[in-house]
């Protein structure tokens, strides 16, 4: 059950009207970055979890991403000012002409779309989708500020850039209890999960943590060692750890040579007689 509170979660003050400004804050009303984005995502993930802490959090921050979309709506609204009657270089003309405020778009005039929502079902990875994207949507507000010398408008911009902040925190701290689930759990199942393949030639080869320590083994020619047809070893059995299983029988599908084993001990196979030729 949802239930609107009449009180915003931070109160929306404009000194001014500045339709220009308005126009560029559609991006975070309609945007890919945007709250409705932010909540219609949390909120489409939370329905797939299982998991009923992370569920709740999900559901939390998804209500809570609703109350952003408000204020963001409010704020361009009265930045907008009066469309009665408006000048023909109006800054936001397609607002003035729709709705009179903001249309669901961002603001280049791109719809929303339900293609923005990333949701897998796999808490790791949708976590770390979530995380990602309030980092995005802390970026796009601080590149807002640097447009605007509004005070009202600059302090609401600011407290929707330390929500993304507490956001993103969430998120992260939750990952850390999923280590070793989901995708996490599936991960490095080969040697070549841990390699890093020197693919960038000439000088300035970088060496970090992200190529060396840890396991990871620095492949410096990946080209000559592994180049041409595959050489990677001898395939592991169906029933290995990491491949289908026992049980699925289509491993023709992409070994056209595989060779069906047989039962230890086959029962005989009465061949059907031949019907008698007729006389």
């Known amino acids: 059950m949802f239930k609107h509170i009449k009180d915003m979660e931070y109160t929306v003050h404009v000194d001014q009207p500045d339709p220009r400004f308005a126009n560029l804050l559609l991006e975070q009303f309609g945007g890919p970055h945007g709250e409705l984005k932010a909540a219609m995502q949390y909120m489409t993930q939370s329905v797939a979890c299982n998991d009923s802490k992370i569920r709740d959090m999900l559901q939390d921050i998804a209500a809570e991403e609703m109350s952003h979309l408000e204020m963001v709506g409010e ?5 907008l000012g009066p469309t009665d009657n408006i000048s023909r270089d109006f800054p936001a003309l397609h607002m003035a002409l729709l709705a009179g405020g903001p249309p669901l778009m961002n ?5 929303w779309t339900g293609a923005y929502i990333e949701s897998t079902g796999d808490l790791y990875t949708d976590l770390s989708s ?9 970026l796009i507000y601080e590149r807002l500020l640097q447009q605007t010398d509004d005070a009202g408008v600059k302090d609401m911009v600011r407290f929707l850039l330390s929500r993304e902040e507490s956001h993103n925190f969430s998120f992260m701290q939750a990952i850390n209890t999923l280590a070793g689930t989901g995708v996490n759990k599936n991960f490095r199942d080969s040697e070549f999960s841990k390699k890093y393949m020197n693919l960038s030639t000439g000088m300035g080869d970088a060496r970090g943590p992200w190529n060396q320590g840890n396991g990871i083994q620095y492949e410096e ?6 180049g041409g047809p595959a050489q990677y070893g001898k395939d592991r059995g169906p029933d290995s750890p990491g491949e289908i299983g026992p049980g699925y029988t289509d491993r023709t599908r992409n070994n056209p040579q595989f060779a069906q084993p047989q039962s230890p001990n086959p029962s005989p196979v009465t061949k059907p ?3 008698s030729p007729l006389h």
């Open 221 to 226: 020619n990946p080209n000559e060692k592994y």
């Open 273 to 275: 007689q031949s019907p």
């Open 75 to 79: 704020c361009i609204s009265l930045l």
């Open 107 to 111: 603001s280049m005039g791109i719809p």
């Open 130 to 138: 979530n995380s990602t994207a309030e980092l995005r949507a802390k």
